[in-house]
């Protein structure tokens, strides 16, 4: 799918993109091009192939679930400007 000069200035337009107007023949060729790999990789039968998370058969190294800081929420509310039945009050910023 081959793009035009319009669709380039549109696309930068969408995209809140300032490009200078030398600029737009290799914005077309490149994002041509992009889209051509696109509808090539679109084209290949992928019925079989079955999803993954990762290439890699990896699985994630997870550290234990523990409590690591002691409870300091009596101190902080402490000496916090306002709070109320465990929360802390904060000023309303919508109108």
Same mark, same amino acid.
């Given at each position: 799918? =081959?793009?035009?000069?319009?669709?380039?200035?549109?696309?930068?337009?969408? $995209?809140? !993109?300032?490009?200078?107007?030398?600029?737009? +023949?290799e914005y077309e060729k490149n994002l041509s091009?992009? @889209? $051509?790999?696109?509808?090539?990789?679109?084209?290949v039968d992928t019925t079989q192939v079955e +999803?993954? =998370?990762?290439? @890699? &058969? =990896?699985?994630?190294? @997870?550290? %234990?679930?523990?409590?690591?800081? *002691? &409870?300091?929420?009596?101190?902080?509310?402490?000496?916090? %400007?306002? *709070?109320?039945?465990? !929360?802390? !009050?904060? %000023?309303?910023?919508?109108?």
């Amino acid at each position: 799918m =081959a793009l035009s000069k319009e669709d380039v200035v549109n696309i930068a337009h969408l $995209a809140r !993109l300032a490009i200078d107007a030398k600029d737009i +023949p290799e914005y077309e060729k490149n994002l041509s091009n992009i @889209l $051509a790999l696109v509808e090539q990789m679109s084209q290949v039968d992928t019925t079989q192939v079955e +999803p993954m =998370a990762h290439p @890699l &058969d =990896a699985v994630q190294r @997870l550290r %234990p679930d523990e409590v690591t800081e *002691t &409870d300091q929420r009596e101190h902080f509310q402490s000496i916090a %400007p306002a *709070t109320e039945n465990g !929360l802390y !009050l904060v %000023p309303k910023v919508i109108e």
